[in-house]
């Protein structure tokens, strides 16, 4: 499998490097990095000389260690021989000696110094984005990588001036509409839901969603956006665009599933009734300061699919997937333009308002031990909830993007995204078709083995509002 960033460090900066690890896989970024990414059977050695050149980007978390590091040098020559652009993630007040200095001394630095360290995590994911995603301009790749910086810097506020107006163009399309009434796709704009126009088959389906501006467009190919929305020279609209109503669908072309608009907001997350766990304590409150999109429904067999060979054992199509691992599922949400939700993104979702366990009566909802016969059903088919979100209870659990932690807590939360590195579990969410129905709620947590094929967990993923602006062209 390719990876986008290799990761490289000293050995006393392991902590750093899984935080820088975990913000940029919360961006749908792929990181290579050791021990977590060598196969079981490798050598140490072999594993990071076959990895560094599959990958497209070498982010160096630099501190006095890598001075005392030949690993670290000797990283850097090969990323550098395979042409990769290598990014000096600065950690501490000093400077390369040896033969780093050589190799960094031309290369433009991204200092980390101010704690605390997470606030420069986004400078960084920016830079990431655009080599990875996008690419340096033909220009740019002739430069220094010095000068390189300098162009990636002028990219970024042409990016973000194109994402406006694009944003603008797509409150203006037209309706992209879906088989199912319950899950029709509606529009940008405002104003009363019309009918909408069933799509026979999902090439349908992503040719009516290029022509309205989907999620994300197809790889190597453009939105139909019209000329006077993105120029040779874009600027921002002169109006101030109306925001998105929550539950607005649109269908992502990548994988012709439709996601759901989620706009930022605070809930009470955790408990909310007698009866829960320790481990769902404290109810504390929790803000969501950027809105999201996030599948509508459970990602289906016929989805995943696309992308890779689902595990044995899967039931149809239209049936969730299951027995994926939490790496498995990060890859898909990144081949699709996104990324795994994080828990208390999935939460909110879920809640869709809801101060309540569950977000309507469990048996009209949700699939599990009363009802399901054993075994998961066809999505869709339950009652939604208020944001139009499918199955976020019952069914199968859902891979979260966190490391499991026995309680939350009690302070107020901004855009948790849990803990940088874990023990051992990553954390699933939502219940199953063999959950009884006292732990088929909203809060209910469940940790487990990123490696296991459980046949009761599946996922969806996440589209936050950057990577749209990002990739909307």
């Known amino acids: 499998m390719a990876y986008d960033v ?15 690890c975990h913000a940029l896989e919360e961006s749908g970024i792929r990181c290579w990095i050791a021990p977590r990414d060598i196969a079981p059977g490798s050598t140490w050695a072999g594993a990071i000389v076959g990895a560094i050149p599959q990958c497209r980007v070498l982010v160096l978390i630099f501190s006095a260690g890598c001075n005392a590091s030949d690993e670290v040098v000797r990283e850097v020559a090969l990323a550098l021989e395979s042409d990769l652009p290598v990014i000096p993630f600065r950690i501490e007040e000093v400077t390369p000696t040896g033969d780093l200095k050589f190799y960094l001394a031309p290369i433009h630095w991204l200092d980390a110094l101010t704690p605390p360290l997470k606030q420069h995590f986004a400078r960084l994911t920016e830079r990431v984005w655009l080599l990875v995603r996008e ?24 990016v973000v001036s194109a994402a406006a107006s694009v944003t603008l163009y797509q409150q203006l399309g037209k309706r992209a509409g879906g088989g199912n009434p319950r899950m029709a796709a509606t529009t940008f704009s405002p104003g009363p839901a019309a009918a909408t126009k069933p799509l026979t088959d999902s090439r349908a389906a992503a040719e009516e969603s290029k022509k ?3 999620v994300v467009p197809e790889r190597g190919k453009n939105p139909a956006v019209p000329a006077t929305s993105v120029s040779s020279s ?3 609209p002169t109006t101030q665009p109306t925001p998105l109503q929550a539950g607005t669908v649109r269908v992502n072309p990548r994988d012709s599933l439709r996601y759901a608009w989620i706009p930022p907001g605070t809930f009470a997350m955790g408990c909310s009734a007698a009866g829960c766990e320790d481990k769902e304590k404290p109810s504390h409150q929790v803000k969501i300061t950027k809105g999201y999109w996030i599948g509508q429904t459970e990602v289906t067999v016929g989805a995943f699919e696309k992308f890779a060979k689902p595990p044995e054992g899967q039931l149809g199509a239209k049936y969730p997937v299951a027995k994926v691992t939490w790496r498995e599922a990060t890859d898909y949400c990144a081949d699709v333009g996104g990324r795994l939700p994080t828990e208390a993104e999935w939460e909110m979702a879920a809640r869709a308002g809801s101060d309540q366990p569950s977000y309507g ?14 075994r998961s059903h066809e999505v869709g088919l339950k009652e939604a909830n208020k944001f139009g979100l499918f199955d976020m209870l019952g069914n199968v659990y859902e891979w979260v993007s966190d490391w499991f932690v026995e309680m939350y807590e009690r302070q107020l939360a901004i855009d948790p995204v849990g803990p940088p590195s874990g023990v051992r579990n990553r954390l699933v969410r939502g219940g199953s078709f063999g959950t009884v129905s006292g732990r088929v709620t909203t ?5 487990n083995d990123p490696e296991s094929r459980d046949p009761l967990v599946g996922f969806r993923c996440v589209i936050p509002v950057l990577e749209v602006a990002a990739t909307l062209r």
């Open 212 to 214: 309205t501006g989907g």
């Open 234 to 236: 874009p600027r921002l």
């Open 443 to 447: 809060s209910h947590r469940l940790q």
């Open 135 to 158: 690419g340096p301009a033909p220009a740019v790749a002739e430069q220094s990588r010095t000068s390189r910086a300098r162009y990636i810097i002028a990219g970024t506020v042409l």
């Open 361 to 374: 009566d469990l048996y009209r909802i949700a699939w599990y031990l009363d009802n399901a016969e054993g």
């Open 6 to 20: 290799f990761i490289s460090h000293s050995s006393k900066d392991k902590a750093v490097a899984d935080a820088v």
